[in-house]
């Protein structure tokens, strides 16, 4: 289940990075949070595509073995992290940015 | 044609990325730099795990369905681009919510 294990952590990462290194507060904002809701039913139907056309496998050993949209219930927490790190580097860099621009 | 199928998952991720882009102004365009910034940062993340989990076999790829272009630890090529093209359409999502809202408007 070590899929299961990386991807917890990457969740922790992501937020501490968020919350404490890049102090971008994505989840504190109400816009990151209608983001990702826009997004997940389109991680969904690419997790579908990806998994049910065999494209892409899982080790049964890697994963807890629940399934959503034909692939590992991990995937939502792997898309999470991608997606909140994603958005906090976004903000980050782009304040960076315009500070030194401005 | 099957050895397309990653690369049309892929496709389909990029035309929704750019049509949010165009469809709603964004601006990322103007912004690529950091865009691009961002993305690096991203790479190195994902692709560390990537590696990782390809060389302890936690997820495979049929070899049928990708072009067969590794870059290293047998990364298919369509990898590299899935954390180029999935962050660009999240980003993309993101600044066009910001504009359709008017959420956050004083904000940088």
């Known amino acids: ?102 | 044609m099957s050895h397309l199928h990653y690369l049309g998952v892929l496709l389909f991720i990029g035309v929704c990325g750019v049509g949010v882009n165009i469809g709603f102004k964004t601006g990322l365009k103007k912004r690529l730099r950091i865009f691009l910034v961002t993305d690096l940062g991203i790479l190195i993340v994902y692709l560390a795990w990537d590696a990782w989990a390809i060389h302890k076999h936690n997820w495979f790829f049929d070899a049928k369905q990708i072009i067969g272009v590794h870059l290293f630890n047998g990364i298919p090529i369509e990898e590299i681009l899935f954390f180029i093209v999935v962050p660009f359409t999240t980003v993309a999502t993101f600044l066009a919510l910001k504009k359709l809202t008017g959420w956050e408007a004083d904000r940088k």
């Open chain 1, 1 to 102: 289940m070590i899929y299961s294990d990386i991807a917890l952590d990457a969740i922790m990462i992501a937020i501490i990075a968020d919350l404490f290194i890049l102090r971008t507060q994505m989840v504190t904002r109400g816009l990151f949070w209608l983001s990702y809701g826009l997004i997940l039913p389109f991680q969904l139907l690419t997790n579908w595509w990806l998994t049910s056309k065999s494209i892409v496998m899982y080790t049964p050993d890697a994963i807890i073995g629940r399934r959503l949209a034909g692939a590992p219930i991990e995937d939502l927490l792997f898309g999470f992290s991608m997606i909140l790190l994603t958005l906090a580097f976004w903000e980050f860099f782009s304040s960076k940015f315009s500070e030194r621009n401005g």
